[in-house]
């Protein structure tokens, strides 16, 4: 069942980012005063008492953006009051009534929706007298809250639980399984994710940095949620202008973190660049499950092999050559089915659980091996006995001989090792190694 939807609808620099982040108690979407820093639906989750809404902040109503995307920031606007059970109108106290604020009044009236007026803004109660003027919007009285104090939030949420009595809602079933989408500008993310999902859910354009937010979209596939979480585009450090760009680079890092598998686009147009060896070493310091798409491959087949590619991403990425390499051509949705099996067939290696027989199995034979090579004397590493002690990443307990000699290179070889002899061969393992103080077990 699908949940009630509650969009937040408003012209630019009303506060409706502020609300959406107030109302869900933790930073989902950027707050900027700068005007249209949100241009896509971001939404989160809320819920009370065994009852929950999909709260949707919007890109401001009538907004000229800079960037000439104003008739897509307005296409996902009339899309998510299309989609909603119940909306908030958002003004401005300090500003009063002006005509976009009345503009937008007449499109809610046109679509027979549900609608709570609220004025922003109102940091003190002396204010409150001065929102009577809304009410010539024909959407009752307006309620004063300030998003930034924090002033009304309950109230609001009251009457918004109260709007939805008569909508069917039920807990939001857990997704399987989370894709984050990095890369660097125009990969194409944006148009992978529409692609996945099957409809126009964020904004593609030619655009550089069109996407600023990471936005996390629900769907399902084969009766299981899967959300996959669209991120900016990122550059160069030293080219991030302001603090909407920072702030941008900050949530692309912290999806990588919430990811389950992470898919890093690369644009086979271009050469690899810094931006992407970058964020391949961002995923192999979490220990994230990668899969590497290699989108606008119709633009790069006719030049290059699927295995020559390869080598060239081997040679530049090393710390990825367990990563499996999917090409696409995301604006014709070419492979994108193949894409997400390959993430489910990842996802699964993640979470798999090794028997400790098998594992210590496993540590016997490159022990084997190391002395048949003449490297078994005793001031070489040596492992006495291993367990599995977590999955996604898989975390491997060893306890050895002496912690200090397990270096990163000798870890880089007995990872390879246990790759190619356990059936988690394209995922990252992270291995700790602890003194054996006692007998060996």
């Known amino acids: ?42 939404s989160t989750i809320i ?3 065994d009852r929950f809404f999909e709260l949707v902040d919007t890109g401001g109503y009538g907004i000229v953006d800079c960037d000439q995307l104003s008739s897509h920031i307005e296409q996902q606007i009339l899309r998510a009051i299309e989609l909603a059970d119940l909306v908030v109108f958002m003004v401005d106290i300090r500003d009063g009534l002006v005509p976009l604020d009345e503009k937008i009044a007449r499109l809610l009236r046109k679509n027979n929706l549900d609608v709570i007026g609220v004025a922003n803004k109102a940091d ?9 003027e809304f009410s010539r919007l024909g959407f009752g009285d307006f309620l004063c809250i300030s998003a930034k104090n924090n002033l009304n939030k309950a109230v609001l949420l009251d009457m918004v639980f109260d709007r939805l009595t008569d909508v069917a809602s039920e807990k939001p079933t857990e997704p399987v399984m989370k894709l984050a989408i990095v890369g660097k500008r125009n990969a194409g993310k944006s148009t992978l994710v529409n692609a996945i999902v099957g409809s ?36 160069k450090k030293s080219k991030i202008a302001d603090s909407i760009e920072f702030y941008s680079s900050v949530r692309a890092a912290r999806s990588i973190q919430r990811a389950d598998v992470v898919l890093l686009m690369i644009d086979a147009a271009v050469p690899v660049s810094q931006v992407d060896k970058k ?15 290699v989108n606008k491959w119709d633009l790069a087949m006719r030049t290059a092999s699927t295995g020559d ?21 995301a604006s014709e949705a070419k492979n994108v089915q193949s894409v997400l099996d390959l993430a489910a067939e990842i996802f699964k290696q993640a979470t798999t ?15 084997e091996q190391q002395s048949g090579a003449g490297r078994g004397g005793t001031g070489l590493p040596k492992t006495y006995y291993a367990t599995q002690v977590a999955v996604n990443p898989i975390t491997i307990l060893m306890f050895v001989n002496k912690p200090e ?3 990163d290179n000798y870890q880089r070889f007995m990872v390879g090792r246990l790759q190619e002899m356990l059936p988690i061969e394209e995922v990252p393992i992270r291995l700790l190694a602890r003194s054996n103080k006692g007998d060996t077990p």
């Open 200 to 235: 126009e859910r964020v904004i593609v354009s030619e655009t550089p940095g069109t996407t600023r937010d990471a936005i996390d979209v629900r769907f399902e596939k084969d009766g299981k949620t899967i959300v996959v979480i669209d991120t900016p585009g990122l550059k």
């Open 309 to 329: 590619y390869r080598e060239y991403l081997t040679k530049l990425l090393p710390g990825l050559r367990h990563a499996p390499i999917a090409f696409t051509t």
């Open 124 to 132: 003190t109660a002396k204010m409150f007298p001065t929102a009577g």
């Open 353 to 367: 659980w090794i028997a400790t027989p098998r594992l210590n199995k496993a540590f016997a034979i490159i022990k």
């Open 47 to 49: 819920g009370r008492d």
């Open 405 to 407: 000699l397990f270096d």
């Open 1 to 42: 069942m699908a949940l009630p939807v509650v969009a937040i609808i408003g012209r630019p620099n009303v506060g409706k980012s502020s609300l959406l982040n107030a109302l869900a108690g933790q930073m989902i979407s950027i707050v900027e005063p700068t005007a249209g820093v949100t241009r896509d639906r971001v």
């Open 279 to 293: 964020l391949a070493k961002s995923i192999t310091d979490e220990y994230k499950s990668c899969i590497i798409v």
